[in-house]
């Protein structure tokens, strides 16, 4: 086992080249929910403010 | 006959059609990427025999082969979505142009820093201008400008549209440079960089190429549709169908 | 409805420039300056040793005269767009196309030619051979005018933006590679003696392909932009 993490001594070559695979596709991978999470709140904000102004005042309809 | 593949194909470019056909889509590409790049790994990691020459720093093609060829794949699909774009005017296919890029420069970034890795204990040297090295670098300037030149405008489908056109002349260009750096490379003399002997690759080393690159492409996949779905929600964010989505996300 | 004859409106649309560019002189001779500043630092950076000088003097001068040019190059056609003329443009009943190839051309003739003047000169501050100073001079003529084109589709694209200095440098960059080889190429082949017509050759062919196809790509640029 121990000679598969030595990789024949190009250990420190090896892994970090896998290491910046995954870590930079598992950052791309992520990062559009994150995106997609705050334009829903921002959403869900915008029609919460919406709804509330037509609430108070009911006759000027957009 | 075969009426309903346009009308399949019609139906799909809407975007609330897409953004349920993407959402189903998407886990399954994931699930198959992830099992066929363990795969892959497995194959490539632990059963195939060390090179001759090379000895074990070899390992580093399975990751640094397959996102070499997606870099380019995707700048294909990118100027293709870009062509489809500015010609018909369809939104879904500006959105699969600019959701592209980001993708695209991820694995020339990868293919330029695994490649650097690999060349340090093979040719002593992290970088070398060679003319696949320096190509790939110029394709990663490509994706950057690209994506600079859509995020620079304020209206996005303005953006989406310039940014396809600049996608455009820069597929002409890619062959333009490639030609111009070899033709550099010899007047130099430079190194010329051989990653692979003359020799063939052998079948346990070739499989397990073959299936991370079938792995990266299903991976390409999964992420453009999570992208394109985020996408869309924000550019439909008036419509109905959006709020619809964005009321039964509060619920949960 | 009748209007201008297109020799007229391309003449006019020269006149106009140039005159515009001769009132403001001075930005005229920034580009100029400022290659004769890069190119004096080159020896107090690398030490004013002969040999070195002549052997990257010849790739030095032609970057310089890239940078110059796209220092310039962000100005094509800003004051156009800020006080509307651009869009009287793209409305007029000429071609688009050749109308912005005259723009190009004025841009290059107020720009690029006051470089290449002085081009002879950086190089010899460099002590390039004056046997090569010819090719520099050719490969410079045909180099410049490629970069103004393709520059221009580019500063067409980011008409609609308000910043563009830099994401400019970063779009041209991959444009101009193959321009800058086979342009250092030739002027490289010249100093060793090799024969130094087959990079210019191209630089030729590129060029007349740029001259027919770069207007009309700037053309479409610009109404994507502008399109609003």
């Known amino acids: 086992m121990s000679s598969f993490f030595a990789m024949g001594g190009y250990a420190a070559y090896v892994w970090p080249a896998y290491a910046v695979f995954f870590t930079v596709l598992i950052a791309d991978y992520l990062s559009p929910g994150l995106r997609r999470r705050r334009n829903l709140r921002e959403l869900r904000a915008r029609l919460a403010r919406q709804s509330a102004r037509q609430q108070r005042n009911p006759t000027t309809s957009p | ?252 | 409805m009748s209007h201008a004859p297109l020799g007229p409106a391309c003449a006019a649309l020269l006149r106009r420039d140039l005159t515009l560019a001769w009132r403001r002189r001075g930005d005229i001779a920034m580009p100029v300056l400022y290659a004769l500043i890069v190119v004096t630092l080159f020896p107090f950076s690398l030490g004013p040793e002969d040999a070195l000088l002549q052997r990257i003097a010849g790739g030095v001068v032609l970057v310089t005269v890239l940078l110059a040019m796209l220092l310039a190059l962000d100005a094509m056609f800003r004051s156009d767009i800020e006080d509307g003329s651009l869009e009287q443009l793209v409305l007029a009943p000429q071609p688009l196309a050749l109308m912005l190839g005259m723009k190009i051309l004025a841009h290059w003739l107020t720009t690029a030619l006051p470089l290449i003047v002085i081009a002879p000169l950086l190089a010899g501050m460099l002590h390039l051979p004056t046997a090569v100073m010819p090719v520099l001079l050719l490969a410079l003529l045909l180099a410049t005018p490629l970069l103004s084109l393709l520059g221009a589709i580019l500063v067409a694209l980011t008409a609609g933006t308000r910043r563009s200095g830099m994401l400019l440098a970063l779009m041209l960059l991959p444009l101009c590679v193959p321009v800058v080889i086979f342009a250092a190429g030739a002027i490289a082949a010249a100093q060793q003696g090799l024969p130094w017509l087959a990079p210019i050759a191209w630089l030729g062919a590129a060029l007349a392909l740029a001259l027919v196809l770069a207007p009309l790509a700037c053309a479409a640029a610009l109404r994507i932009a502008l399109d609003a």
Do not use: C
């Not at chain 2, 309903?4 to 889509?25: D, E, V």
């Not at chain 2, 066929?36 to 390992?59: E, H, S």
């Not at chain 2, 070499?68 to 500006?94: C, D, G, P, Q, T």
């Not at chain 2, 890619?174 to 063939?200: A, C, E």
């Open chain 2, 1 to 252: 006959m075969a009426n309903w593949i346009p009308l399949w194909l019609h139906k799909l470019g809407s975007p609330p059609m897409f953004y349920r056909f993407a959402g189903t889509l998407r886990p399954w590409a994931m699930a198959f990427a992830v099992l066929l790049g363990a795969t892959a790994l497995y194959g490539g990691l632990v059963l195939a025999p060390a090179d001759y020459q090379q000895g074990d720093a070899y390992r580093i093609i399975f990751i640094h082969v397959p996102s070499a060829w997606m870099s380019l794949f995707i700048y294909a699909v990118m100027a293709v979505a870009s062509i489809i774009a500015l010609v018909w005017r369809l939104k879904l296919a500006e959105v699969v142009a600019m959701e592209s890029a980001p993708i695209g420069a991820a694995f020339t970034f990868i293919t330029l820093v695994t490649g650097s890795l690999w060349g340090k204990p093979m040719w002593g040297t992290w970088w070398t201008w060679d003319a696949r090295l320096t190509s790939e670098l110029v394709l990663l300037f490509l994706y950057l400008g690209v994506i600079g030149l859509y995020h620079s405008f304020e209206d996005r489908r303005q953006g989406a549209r310039a940014a396809a056109f600049l996608a455009i002349i820069g597929i002409i260009n890619v062959p333009i440079v490639h030609f111009s750096v070899n033709w550099w490379n010899t007047l130099h003399q430079g190194s010329t960089v051989r990653i692979l002997g003359p020799s063939k690759m052998s079948g346990d080393m070739l499989w397990p190429l073959l299936t991370m690159m079938g792995a990266t492409k299903l991976y390409y996949i999964a992420s453009l549709f999570g992208r394109v779905r985020t996408d869309l929600l924000a550019m439909e964010s008036g419509k109905d169908w959006v709020r619809q989505i964005a009321e039964q996300e509060a619920r949960k």
